[in-house]
C-alpha cells in the first residue's frame, strides 16, 4: 500500500523532470535560463563531492531548527495563555491578532536594526515565523476543550496543573501538532528568506544567491531542487510524528 502511494506520489515529479529535460535539450527553452534537469543534478552530484553543498545545507537546517524551536516553544505557551485565561485574551490577544496580519518579510528591516544582520537576527526572524501559527492552533485547541471533561475536572477538584496535562493538553494535542507542522514549513521559507535577504553566509539562500551573481542557472535551480525535497521530507517527517504522537495519545 505505502509502496503504490509512493509510486503514485512519484508520477508527477518524474513527468516534470522528462519535460523539464526535454524542453532544455530540444530548443523550447533557453538552456542557459534552464538548464536541463541532467545538467543539474551532475551539478549537485560534483557539488556534494568537491564543494560544500553539505556543510550549506547543515548552515541552513541548524539555523532553521533554532528559530524552529524557539518560536515553537514561545508560540505553545502564549497560545496556552490566550486559550485559558479570559484577562490574558482581552490584554494581549487584540494585539497579537492584529500583528499577524503583517507580513512576516516586513519584519526584516525592523529586526536587523533590533538584532544587526547576523545570525542571531536570522534566528529571531525564523522563530517569528513559526510562532504565529503555533499560537494560533493551540489557541483553538485549548478553548476547544471538551466542557464535559472541565466539569468532571472540577468535581475532581483538579488543580491548575492537573487540569492543563490531564484535559487541556490531551485535547489540544491534534490541533497543536497541526501547529507544529504549519510552523515547520514556515520555519524553513523563513529560513530561505533570511539567507537572501540579509547577510549572505552558509547555507541553501547563500548559495542561490551565489549562482545568481555568476549566472550559473544550474546552481541556482539545483539550490531550488533543495529546498523542494528539503521542504518536502521535514513536512513528511512532522506529518508521521503527529500521527504516532497522536495515536499514542489516544491509546
Known amino acids: ?39 543539474v543534478l551532475l551539478r ?12 550549506n545545507l547543515l548552515a541552513s537546517l541548524t539555523r532553521d531548527l533554532a528559530g524552529f524551536s524557539l518560536g ?10 490566550l486559550g485559558l485565561s479570559r484577562l490574558g485574551d482581552r490584554l494581549l490577544g487584540p494585539s497579537f491578532h492584529g500583528l499577524k496580519q503583517i507580513a512576516i518579510f516586513a519584519w526584516i528591516p525592523l529586526i536587523s536594526m533590533w538584532f544587526g544582520i547576523g545570525e ?6 525564523i522563530a517569528i515565523a513559526a510562532f504565529v501559527p503555533v499560537v494560533l492552533n493551540t489557541e483553538e485547541g485549548m478553548r476547544g476543550a471538551s466542557r464535559q471533561l472541565i466539569e468532571v475536572g472540577r468535581v475532581l477538584t483538579f488543580n491548575r496543573r492537573q ?8 485535547s489540544a494535542l491534534p490541533a497543536i501538532l497541526t501547529g ?13 528568506g533570511t539567507e537572501y535577504f ?12 551565489e549562482g545568481r551573481e555568476r ?19 521535514l513536512n513528511a517527517v512532522a506529518g508521521h510524528l503527529g500521527r504516532v504522537l497522536t495515536r499514542y495519545e489516544t491509546a
Do not use: H, Y
Not at 515553537?72 to 495563555?81: D, P, S
Not at 487540569?163 to 490531551?170: E, M
Open 163 to 170: 487540569r492543563l496535562t490531564r484535559i487541556f493538553l490531551p
Open 180 to 192: 507544529i507542522q504549519l510552523a515547520l514549513m514556515a520555519s524553513w521559507l523563513a529560513t530561505i
Open 215 to 233: 549566472f550559473e542557472m544550474d546552481q541556482v535551480m539545483l539550490g531550488i531542487l533543495i529546498l523542494g525535497v528539503v521542504g518536502f521530507a
Open 120 to 125: 542571531l537576527a536570522k534566528i529571531v526572524f
Open 1 to 39: 500500500m505505502r509502496w503504490n502511494a509512493l509510486r503514485r506520489g512519484l508520477t508527477l515529479p518524474l513527468i516534470l523532470l522528462l519535460a523539464w529535460e526535454l524542453a532544455s535539450r530540444l530548443g523550447l527553452a533557453d538552456p542557459r535560463i534552464l538548464p536541463p534537469a541532467s545538467q
Open 198 to 209: 540579509m547577510t549572505v553566509g552558509p547555507g541553501i539562500g547563500g548559495l542561490i544567491i
Open 44 to 55: 549537485g552530484w560534483a557539488a556534494f563531492w568537491n564543494d560544500d553543498l553539505l556543510g
Open 72 to 81: 515553537t516553544l514561545a508560540g505553545l505557551c502564549f497560545g496556552t495563555l
